[in-house]
């Protein structure tokens, strides 16, 4: 059998990813996740003293522990089957990558386990995050120094 | 007797006994009466995936050695295989077991791989019985192959969910009131460069074909009730389906296909295009349809069970998937 006609076939017979679908979806559960890490967010303003700065790192702690919750608990992964790139891209996903893969891990012991595998899923993640940042910031600071913007 | 890749068991070996166990899921199966035990726990109270894996295949096997009035010291050999690296819940399960035994490997095809070879096995007649089958336990596969099970992935409508089950057997020589091998294709690897891995019907469907038109056009005349593939999917079923359509096998005397995996969980949407993994064409291969067997209910079908024989490695290395498809005809009289 020929690959490339083949392929043409299986273009025909299999079902597509319903992309129109699977976007309405995730705009709606990114809004939600989104949404309630707002209110998070306020109430650390408002009863906290938090300004809105610097309540985004504890934000992103609470949001990381909701996210925990719900995978320890089997629900992250429905809503993730539901709602994909909107439960992916928050720190809900990330969270959800690392508590998922700890989770995985357990029986192979704490070291070699959780710890070996714990960033198996975000640590690229990582990585891509901290280098992009720090092109950013050169570029930032270039442009800085030559006074084409300013702080 | 021989036919290139085609064979005739002359001394038509009987699957004397077969057990069949799932786990909790697997409860919703249309198939749930046919199967001889529903655990209530994913892990079958071990501490981890892979005990439970290994503790399943255990239990499964010493219940089809029961269910056929034998002790664990009758059984000549054990040909059995899983999807785990290295196959350990099998190797494990062996070493409980304490039978002769020898680990195979053909992906979701093992369930018939090695019923094929102990059916060679018991053509030279120097065994008697020989327990043969494969398992599957979701969770140890999925992590092997996917992503953690927590993890939040959405998978595509041809995704497949893998099952927990095992499905176990015991062949020995002719018994004129249980169902017999009656010849057996050996596949080819096949590979139609698909590469998603979440979209294995695809990619096996070729395999499938490429055997059953194999086995057909040496058993022209041969009327069968059905062909029962593995783990196609609803997805590669529709292929199968599509493939023979166009291809002049229709012309044989086959009507009816099947597919185990697109069957296993009934319509149930969740479950996407359907079942897979080594233990869903072994647990309805040896429940159900043996079932119906026994009962005279189907006289004369074929089983071609089909497997993904790639690896998370392979994958990631951009390699397509490899697949294969071992046919083993079955009749009862």
């Not at chain 2, 005990?51 to 089809?64: D, N, R, S």
């Not at chain 2, 997805?235 to 697109?262: F, H, K, M, W």
């Amino acid at each position: 059998m020929d690959a490339k006609t083949y392929q043409q076939t299986v273009d025909q017979i299999a079902p597509k990813r319903p992309v129109l679908k699977n976007c309405m979806t995730a705009f709606l559960t990114g809004g939600i996740i989104c949404g309630i890490g707002q209110i998070v967010s306020f109430v650390y303003m408002y009863f906290f003293p938090f300004t809105e700065r610097t309540a985004s790192n504890p934000t992103v702690s609470t949001m990381v522990f909701f996210a925990m919750v719900l995978t320890g608990l089997g629900v992250y992964k429905k809503i993730g089957q539901f709602g994909g790139a909107g439960s992916a891209v928050p720190v809900t996903g990330f969270g959800n990558a690392v508590i998922s893969a700890a989770i995985e891990h357990k029986t192979e012991g704490f070291i070699l386990g959780v710890g070996g595998n714990m960033f198996k899923l975000a640590g690229s993640v990582i990585v891509y995050g901290v280098f992009s940042a720090f092109v950013v910031a050169l570029i930032k600071t270039i442009l800085v120094q030559m006074g084409v913007i300013s702080w | 007797m021989k036919s290139a890749r085609t064979y005739q068991f002359t001394s038509k070996p009987s699957i004397v006994s077969t057990a069949v166990a799932v786990g909790p899921l697997e409860k919703q199966s249309p198939f749930h009466p046919h199967f001889d035990h529903v655990y209530e726990d994913e892990r079958f109270g071990q501490d981890t995936n892979e005990k439970g894996h290994a503790h399943l295949i255990e239990e499964t096997c010493k219940l089809a050695i029961m269910k056929g009035g034998f002790q664990t010291t009758d059984i000549d050999l054990f040909l059995g295989g899983d999807l785990v690296n290295q196959m350990t819940p099998t190797n494990f399960a062996a070493r409980e077991l304490a039978t002769p035994f020898m680990g195979m490997f053909s992906a979701c095809a093992t369930s018939v791989s090695s019923l094929i070879t102990a059916s060679f096995f018991l053509e030279s007649n120097q065994m008697e019985r020989i327990l043969f089958g494969s398992a599957s336990q979701h969770n140890s596969v999925e992590r092997q192959f996917r992503y953690p099970i927590e993890y939040g992935a959405q998978k595509p409508p041809t995704g497949q969910w893998t099952v927990t089950g095992a499905g176990y057997g015991i062949l020995s020589h002719n018994q004129s009131d249980k169902p017999y091998v009656h010849s057996a294709t050996i596949g080819q690897v096949i590979d139609c460069e698909c590469t998603d891995p979440l979209d294995m019907g695809s990619a096996m469907a070729p395999a499938a074909f490429d055997t059953i038109q194999y086995h057909l056009s040496q058993n022209k005349g041969t009327a069968y009730d059905f062909v029962m593939t593995g783990d196609l999917g609803k997805t590669g079923l529709a292929i199968l389906q599509e493939l023979i359509r166009t291809s002049g096998v229709s012309s044989y005397l086959v009507d009816n296909y099947r597919d185990s995996g697109a069957e296993f969980y009934g319509n149930d949407d969740k479950f996407l295009s359907g079942a897979s993994g080594s233990g869903c064409s072994a647990s309805v291969y040896y429940g159900p349809i043996y079932a119906e067997l026994l009962k005279k209910q189907w006289k004369k079908i074929l089983l071609v069970a089909t497997g993904a024989l790639l690896s998370p490695l392979s994958f990631q290395q951009g390699e397509s998937i490899p697949c294969i498809a071992h046919a083993v005809e079955l009749t009862m009289e």
